[in-house]
């Protein structure tokens, strides 16, 4: 776009009447050309600023239309964004929730294997001097049986007054449905000798711990589905003194009880 000042046809319009109606002197022509360089150079300089004005609407249309689509961009993220802080936000509220249930649970379950403990203690009372003790560990109730209790020297057979204490861990077990039994053979580390069959320590920590078993499903009528026979050999053992009453200590039968963990295991799939 040209833009022109009226002062440019006004003049031209003069120096035209002027030529027509006489000769000009040398002078006055001089200054007709002097006025008419003036007029040109003050046109293009119109003219260069008009591109220069042309060029920066140009460039300001760009800038408008690039900090629009910055503008719609960040708008889109913030969007986003706010929806994934309120879908993490959901899932945080979610999580903390199951978090409770668990902590609930497990507290209900400690409370239940401090019930059964103290319970336990009661009923084997008479047979501590024996050997037998009940304690916790790690959240599940550890009744321990020397061998001295329960069998005679290298034998795999319960002796009369390891039955006597067997019978009452029995009867409090049938109260409590509930408890998953596990019971684990343990030995010294002095090899086996002279026992027949039997051909180490694995095996006589077996055989105990199935002995165990069969007693308590067959003649105490526990449901055999709550219990697991294992045999540890001297692999676990308590002291490791290497002393005969450390031997002694190590050589045991563990009763180990523990509360079902179906309804912890179904919240944390």
């Known amino acids: 776009m040209i833009f022109v000042s009226r002062n440019f046809y006004a003049i031209l319009f003069f120096v035209l009447v002027v030529s027509s109606c006489k000769v000009m002197s040398p002078k006055a022509y001089q ?43 960040l708008s889109e993220n913030l969007t986003s964004r706010a929806s994934q802080a309120k879908q993490l936000a959901s899932d945080l509220a979610e999580r903390e ?67 006597q204490a067997l019978i009452e861990l029995a009867k409090v077990l049938n109260t409590q449905p509930e408890i998953n039994i596990a019971v684990e053979g343990h030995t010294d580390d002095q090899k086996v000798r002279s026992l027949g069959h039997i051909k ?23 449901d055999p589905a709550r219990l697991i026979a294992t045999g540890k050999g001297e692999f676990t053992p308590i002291d490791t003194a290497g002393n005969p009453e450390a ?9 180990v009880l523990s509360p079902k963990l179906d309804e912890l295991y179904q919240l944390i799939k």
């Open 31 to 73: 200054t007709l050309i002097n006025t008419k360089d003036s007029l040109n150079q003050g046109w293009k300089a119109e003219q260069i600023k008009n591109v220069n004005l042309e060029d920066e609407l140009a460039r300001l249309k760009a800038d408008t239309a690039s900090l629009g689509r910055k503008l719609t961009a």
């Open 97 to 163: 929730e199951r978090l409770r249930e668990v902590e609930e649970i497990l507290k209900k379950r400690e409370e239940a294997s401090n019930a059964l403990k103290n319970k336990l203690q009661k009923a084997l009372l008479g047979f501590e001097e024996s050997g037998l003790s009940v304690d916790m560990r790690d959240g599940k109730v550890y009744v321990s049986l020397t061998d001295k209790l329960l069998f005679p020297s290298g034998s795999i057979v319960i002796d009369e007054k390891g039955k």
């Open 200 to 222: 180490d320590n694995w095996d006589l920590s077996v055989l105990r711990s199935t002995s165990v078993v069969r007693f308590l499903t067959q003649e105490q009528q526990i």
């Open 247 to 255: 031997r002694s200590m190590n050589r045991r039968i563990e009763v």
